[in-house]
């Protein structure tokens, strides 16, 4: 069992910048691939950022590249979202996953889910 707390929301303005963070406790950190998912209110949870179990690949919904840094640090077993030049339309919950296999942005093969953390991106 793993359980994801997610950490860093709150309200920010357009153009500005929040970091994200998911803690992971339970089994080894390492061997579980990372998401970033999120959904606005009357929308459907949608794929945001991914990173594999090593860190090597990583993968971003096109709505967020360069824009949005996913990173890990498995000694420190944390996972972080890096949200730069923040959109009106990146108002959303957001949620931290955990996938034995890396698949991306298929938020079905997740496993295990946080809470959310609430990101609110006013004009």
């Known amino acids: 069992q793993v359980k994801l707390v997610e950490s860093g929301g709150g309200l920010v303005q357009a153009g500005g910048s929040l970091r994200l963070s998911c803690a992971p406790s339970?089994?080894?950190?390492?061997?579980?691939?990372m998401g970033w998912f999120r959904q606005a209110p009357g929308k459907e949870r949608e794929f945001v950022a991914a990173?594999?179990?090593?860190?090597?690949?990583?993968d971003y919904a096109d709505s967020v590249k360069g824009r949005f840094t996913i990173s890990r640090d498995n000694t420190k077993n944390t996972v972080n979202l890096q949200m730069n030049s923040l959109k009106r339309e990146d108002t959303a919950v957001y949620y931290c996953?955990?996938?034995?296999?890396?698949?991306?942005?298929?938020?079905?093969?997740?496993?295990?889910w946080g809470q959310g953390t609430q990101v609110t991106v006013s004009s």
């Open positions: 996953a955990a996938d034995r296999e890396y698949s991306g942005g298929n938020y079905k093969s997740y496993e295990y």
């Open positions: 339970g089994r080894p950190f390492s061997r579980y691939a």
């Open positions: 990173i594999s179990r090593s860190g090597w690949l990583t």
